[in-house]
């Protein structure tokens, strides 16, 4: 066969629609049912990252009728699917009584070609591999061969199909459907595949062949052949006329169906990107007449919902949150049932931040917020756990009248609750889901009450976060969180709305291939699996939960930075994004961090900015390098960022621990393509857009399916347009809470009668946010400290030692980095062992040894080395700064010294727990000076 026909017949060859899917029904079953009439079965196999088969599964309404044939539908994770591997990926398929494959049925871009294509398929009931045989040993007809060669295409099995046409007898045939395929728009579409995967020189034959293409008309099933792959070429290389030409030639030439909603709603995500999402309407009205008429039941509710977001509809910023007046004080209590108290004396229109009395999250929102007074309330007297009617009332309370009438009702439920709702004429745009026993549900009612939400209480369960469940478990949560959002009336009108998760919920389910993904983003989708909600959650407990919904409710980050560069692409370029934040959103003035050079952002020990989005392949950050700071939302595209939201040594845990009260990562070996490109969340953030929808794909979007981002927070969260209202409350006012609150004055700073004294002032003045007294304060500290005060006294050290935001590193630093180890290696063991104080110890350390590298003192760096292994960092941790001593050694030309300090490490039996990694670098630096012909060192 010549190589000319070969390179035909595999053009032939490639499967006209590459089909997933995903189940939950018994297959077993089925195909016992089927046995009985002797009936073949139409197997629906549903892929959540497939949207093609979950619009079939809607379709197949209008095939109901077909009396030749069972229907049915499962989701691609059935137990039952493991005897038919063919069927694992999803997809329609033709099985016969005894579970063999007929011919997987492509599902067409048009509903009204599913019909034709199940009756086709039926014309034939002989299982496939024996029509395939049939063929292939000679003497059949055409139309048989013909039939094979389809259904092996159709079935993914494209070598036999190349083979069965490259038979001798069978090359007429090969010749004749030469003619009958549109060859010519197959290699096109390969050419253009090859310029997008190429860079440079290799992009222009591909920029020409877009240009015309763009100006081509052509029927509509060639233009819904094209339009995918030709909106991936405008979106690289576009500019606005191609945009333009790209718009006429689908409203033209592919008016309606999946293929055209999908080029759409991807067109309308890089315009609203590039331009703002006002220009972008038109497009989401494309998509949705594409969709429509039940051509892709999935896709119409994703367009619905950005031309939506594109008009604003669904901006935190047109609620009542908005507008409610915040009272110029800070709250602090003492127990759950002084945190009820504080929240039911929210009303309808005035609130203020409610607090637990801690030493370290409280002072951190007190300094940005800056109230003009702060209360703290005491624990209250005999009073039982906090229970879930307590909490119903207090939420009810909270959204009471301004006149001061509030009696407490004895009983409330969710019909009370939507009774004084509907009072204000507002419809709530989510609803909170609680599990009292997880400790986190203060937050969760600050959060409903803030915004005016549902809630709803869900039985307490034992699996915890770390838990992986199945697939099948997870869609059970998902129904139950529809039902509760149902009850709410949500969503309506096709608009989107909000799930936050308030408990000790899962983090991961595991799909039909044994990969992890994000039980968060599955929460969000309907029964149908396409999205219904966006998903936050609040973690960590109690006192971290009221945290992060305070400083959600009234908190504005005032200035952000970045780590890393873009991956290709106007798009994904971060300086782009930064640009598009403007001024009126977040100034975001800096890249921040070059990872693996020495000099930057390792050198710093506090974080200023209040944004911080942090891009980075796998290993090139580590939780180390992460500076405590002030609070800040925080965003982790690194691999395995929120493995474990509570555990110190993820990213996401290390920033929730350090101010972070707004942070997105993603579980497992997550792709960046995951995450919306910079431009667009970037563009969604500036127009007020809530940031659990600005930082998630949508359906249609290419990696639209359930995913590995977990969204840490309020995914109500936005930025305010202006700041909140503020009125003084006045001492004259009487009490905030109840009578016994006490407004936090000056203690003063002179000697204390005792260590207990002297704890309390400096806990007082940190939360006054009184930092010229809790420096005086640090300054006489003695000795002998716990652990909770040698953490603030750390925090207060680095937070004082913190260089500008444009020079990191710079001068004033060592010192205090110093003095911060030091205070900690002098603690008593058990105060050492306080998880914050040996992670402030230990962020003192890298920032030594950042400064040393960057400065040229290797010696020093070492030293900091020394420092820093005393402090129990993880084996990750140390082998990341391993590499960068290794990297800093080359650039300083003093490796030989690197290379012995290393190996006196290697043999040292204190730091037997770190052999692996000493011996991992020196016999990388050995076999890299093997390589170049050198002697090992």
Sequence with gaps: MSSELRVILLFLSLPSLCVQARCGDEVD???????????????????????????????????????????????????????????????????????????????????????????????????????????????????????????????????????????????ALAAKLSTEVDLALRQRLQRLREALAA??????????????????????????????????????????????????????????????????????????????????????????????????????????????????????????????????????????????????????????????????????????????????????????????????????????KADGAKPAPARVDRALLRERLQGFNDDPQGVVFVRMGAGTWPGALALAAGRFQGLEILPDEAAGETAAISAARARQLARRVQEGLASWELPRAGRACFVTLAGDFPLTYVDADGVPLALDDWIGRAEDGGRLAFTGRLTNGRVASAYMAACSLFLRPDGAAWVGEGSGGSDDDLAAAARGMGERAIPMPRRAWDPGTSGGFESAIWRGEGFWFVRTAGGEWVADDLPPGRSAAMVFLQPGAANDPGSLETLCGRALSSGAFWCGGGVGDGSPRAWPAPVRWAAAVRDGAAWGAAFRRDDGQPSGGPSRVVLCGDPLFCLRDEPARRRERRAQDGPLVRAD???????????????????????????????????????????????????????????????????????????????????????????????????????????????????????????????????????????????????????????????????????DADLAAYRAPFLDCARRIGQEALGNGKNGP
């Excluded at 055209?260 to 006002?278: N, S, T």
Aim: net charge neutral.
């Design 29 to 171: 079953a089925i195909l016992h049912r089927a046995e009985d009439d002797r009936r073949p079965v139409l197997l629906l196999v549903r892929n959540p990252q497939d949207v093609a088969t979950l619009d079939a599964a809607c379709w197949l309404g209008d095939v109901a009728d077909m009396s030749g044939v069972r229907i049915a539908t499962v989701w691609n994770d059935e137990e039952g699917l493991k005897g038919h591997p063919e069927c694992r990926k999803g997809g329609l398929f033709l099985l016969d009584v005894q579970g063999r494959l007929i011919a997987q049925v492509p599902v067409p871009d048009l509903r009204g070609d599913l019909r034709e294509r199940i009756e086709r398929a039926m014309e034939e009931v002989r299982p496939l591999e024996e029509l395939a045989t049939r063929a292939e040993a000679g003497g059949a007809g055409d139309e048989t061969v013909r039939r094979a060669w389809q259904r092996l295409v159709d079935a993914g099995r494209t070598e036999r199909a190349v083979g069965l046409l490259a038979q001798p007898a069978h090359q």
């Design 741 to 907: 609150e006490v407004t936090v004055e000056g203690g003063g700073t002179e000697d204390a009668a005792g260590s207990g004294d002297w704890r309390r002032r400096l806990q007082e003045a940190r939360w006054r946010g009184d930092w010229q007294t809790e420096k005086a304060l640090v300054d006489r500290a003695p000795d002998a400290l716990d652990g909770g005060a040698l953490a603030m006294v750390l925090e207060a050290q680095l937070r004082s030692g913190m260089t500008p935001a444009s020079a990191p590193g710079g001068p004033g630093l060592p010192g205090t980095a110093i003095d911060a180890w030091r205070r900690w290696s002098r603690a008593e063991d058990e105060a050492r062992k306080h998880p914050l104080a040996g992670l402030y110890a230990r962020r003192a350390a890298c920032a030594l040894m950042g400064h040393a590298t960057a400065s040229g003192g290797l010696e020093n760096a070492l030293s900091a080395f020394d420092a820093f292994l005393l402090t129990g960092p993880t084996l990750e941790s140390t082998a990341c700064w391993l590499r960068r001593m290794e990297q800093a050694a080359k650039a300083q030309d003093r490796l030989p010294v690197f290379s012995r300090w290393l190996a006196q490490r290697s043999t």
């Design 199 to 400: 860079r440079g020189a290799g992009e222009e034959p591909g920029q020409v062949l877009m240009r015309e293409m763009l100006g081509e008309q052509t029927d509509e099933r060639t233009a819904l052949r094209s339009v995918g792959l030709l909106t991936e070429a405008v979106a690289r290389w576009g500019r606005e006329e191609e945009f333009r030409r790209l718009f006429r030639k689908i409203e033209r030439d592919a008016p309606r169906g999946r293929a055209a909603a999908r080029a759409a709603l991807r067109a309308g995500e890089v315009v609203a990107g590039r331009q703002g999402a006002q220009q972008a309407r038109d497009w989401w009205k494309l998509a949705e007449r594409a969709a429509g008429n039940g051509e892709s039941p999935i896709l119409l509710r994703a367009a619905v919902r950005q031309r939506w977001a594109a008009e604003g509809k669904d901006s935190p910023l047109r609620s009542r949150w908005r507008r409610r007046e915040v009272l110029d004080a800070v709250v602090l209590v003492g127990d759950e049932a002084s945190f009820l108290e504080a929240v039911s004396r929210w009303d309808e229109k005035t609130f203020f931040p409610v607090l637990f009395q801690d030493d370290l999250c409280a002072p951190r929102f007190i300094a940005e917020f800056r109230p003009a007074r702060t209360i703290v309330v005491p624990p209250a007297a005999g009073v039982k756990p906090a229970q879930a009617d307590d909490v119903l009332r207090a939420l009810h309370m909270s959204w009471g």
